[in-house]
């Protein structure tokens, strides 16, 4: 499968554990991105990195959340001391450059977290 | 500050007939527009794009129109399909940032 692969897709964690979710680019791809569905809600952009680059992080919250695209391995999502208000749908896309200008992003199947 | 706005959250349209999902945005800058397609519990699909260069772009049944001027662009399903029920998401877009989201529109195509 040449798609954006994520795992896991489900996950519940209790409050105050941690969450780490993957993500693999398309093969080629070396732009990712994470995004936020929270229920209700549409896509809410989190950060957009490049292979050992944060480029753009203004949508992730600044406690607690961190991510990292190492430059062998898949990027993380971390979420450290989740709370019930971090249950979401986690999308993460890739794309071959960065930003628009013709530039399509091929998102993955989501992990869902619960936090119970 | 939401930049790319869907002002419906759903649309109901008759098997065969034309869907319309309409699309604003705010910021000039932005040159690059898509539109994804997304199922429950699956992540959005790519479907069509533009740039802000054109004004129509067209890929079997579906055709986005862009009018720049207005800051607003439109997808035209036709003729809509059962299957072609699902969330559809605007997206906006310039050369060195992440994709801007609106937040869905709910389409549902009624036998």
């Known amino acids: 499968n040449a798609g954006v692969m994520q795992n896991p897709r489900h996950l519940v964690r209790r409050r105050g554990q941690e969450a780490r979710l993957r993500c693999s680019p398309m093969k080629g791809h070396s732009h990712v991105y994470w995004y936020r569905q929270l229920p209700e809600e549409g896509l809410k952009f989190m950060v957009y990195?490049?292979?050992?680059?944060?480029?753009?992080e203004s949508g992730m919250p600044k406690e607690r959340f961190s991510a990292e695209f190492p430059k062998e391995g898949p990027s993380i999502l971390r979420i450290q001391q989740v709370v019930r208000g971090d249950s979401a749908a986690y999308f993460c896309?890739?794309?071959?450059?960065?930003?628009?200008?013709?530039?399509?992003?091929?998102f993955g199947e989501g992990s869902w977290l619960t936090v119970v | 500050d939401q930049q790319v706005k869907q002002n419906s959250p759903s649309l109901s349209v008759q098997e065969g007939r034309i869907s319309i999902l309409n699309c604003d945005y705010t910021n000039s800058m932005f040159d690059y527009f898509l539109w994804y397609k997304k199922y429950p519990a699956e992540g959005p699909t790519f479907l069509i794009s533009i740039s802000s260069i054109k004004d129509k772009n067209e890929d079997g049944r579906f055709t986005v129109f862009l009018n720049k001027s207005a800051k607003h662009l439109s997808l035209h399903i036709v003729p809509s399909q059962p299957g072609d029920s699902a969330v559809y998401f605007c997206?906006?877009?310039?050369?060195?940032?992440?994709?801007?989201f609106g937040k869905g529109t709910s389409l549902l195509v009624t036998p």
């Open positions: 997206a906006a877009g310039n050369s060195g940032y992440a994709l801007n």
């Open positions: 896309a890739s794309s071959s450059t960065g930003g628009g200008s013709g530039n399509t992003i091929y």
């Open positions: 990195l490049q292979k050992e680059n944060i480029i753009d």
